[in-house]
Nanobody
């Protein structure tokens, strides 16, 4: 069983920055795709960013130019650097590994709360 543990959430003022981390309990070197999702109160969970093993990235339109996803395969970690945060970024952020044969399943972290408010 694989565990994903997020950290780095918190309360920040509009325009501020946060860096989220997700640490996996096993090597991510065998996993191609890693993702960050978020879910705001009363809304569906949405895909925020994706990073592949080779470092290719994609983003939700509303976070392009402000968020950066990256991964460190040696540390078994994936990151989400969030700059110029806006109140509408307030949500619980989840780390996700979609189904892979290497891990034999789909995995989610427990989530970390990000609140953007003055």
């Amino acid at each position: 069983q694989v565990q994903l543990v997020e950290s780095g959430g918190g309360l920040v003022q509009p325009g501020g920055s946060l860096r989220l981390s997700c640490t996996a309990s096993r090597s991510i070197a065998s996993v191609n795709t890693m993702r960050w999702y978020r879910q705001a109160p009363g809304k569906e969970r949405e895909l925020v960013a994706t990073v592949t093993f080779r470092g290719a990235t994609s983003y939700l339109d509303s976070v392009k130019g402000r968020f950066t996803i990256s991964r460190d395969n040696a540390k078994n970690q994936v990151y989400l650097q969030m700059n110029n945060l806006k109140p509408e970024d307030t949500a619980v952020y989840y780390c996700n590994v979609p189904y892979s044969t290497a891990w034999s399943g789909t995995y989610w972290g427990q989530g970390t709360q990000v609140t953007v408010s003055s």
